[in-house]
């Protein structure tokens, strides 16, 4: 009877945990969205300045040089326009996605900065999505596979000694 009530324990444990995965995605969405927005207001301010000096954007980063602050803003603004690339990428993955992969995607390709922004202010949603269904059922069977293995093995050498005494 306790061995069914861990087991149970740990399947509803599982389920409510993976039936976050849609929520959280969404929220890791919203919140990518958002970077991508501020980024692309310091990418195009920056491609204007250069255009009005007439330059490309990598023409322009080659011209900064001279000072250890222009080296390092260069520095920055190379990290950003990379950063900015990234991200868009991840969101247009995201977007074209459906719930199963919009969960891949973030545990594939989350953003450190994006990742902990999104779990930091994350709200748990009631999974009545067949998403969060599916997602729920699929973590209650891991809790419940995962609970019943580390039972078989603690009991185990007490199934042996059992087995050793009857021979």
């Known amino acids: 009877m306790i061995v069914r009530a861990l087991m149970l324990a740990g399947g509803l444990a599982g389920g409510a945990i993976t039936s976050q995965l849609p929520e959280y995605s969404q929220q890791y969405r919203q919140r990518l969205g958002g970077a991508v927005d501020a980024l692309t ?4 301010d920056f491609d204007a300045s ?5 330059l490309s954007r990598q023409d322009a980063l080659a011209q900064m040089q001279g000072t250890s602050f ?5 520095a920055d603004m190379t ?10 990428l991840d969101l247009e993955a995201l977007e074209g996605a459906g719930p199963f992969m919009r969960a891949y995607h973030v545990m594939q390709s989350a953003d450190a900065e994006v990742a902990a922004a999104a779990l930091e202010t994350f709200e748990p949603a009631v999974p009545l999505t067949t998403a969060g269904g599916i997602f729920a059922g699929t973590g209650f069977l891991a809790g419940l596979t995962a609970v019943w293995g580390v039972l078989k093995l603690m009991l185990w050498p007490i199934g042996r000694r059992r087995t050793a005494r009857g021979a």
């Open 79 to 88: 990290r950003t326009f990379d950063r900015y690339a990234r991200l868009q």
């Open 50 to 54: 250069a255009q009005a000096e007439g």
């Open 70 to 74: 222009i080296e390092r803003r260069k």
């Open 41 to 44: 207001e310091v990418v195009t």
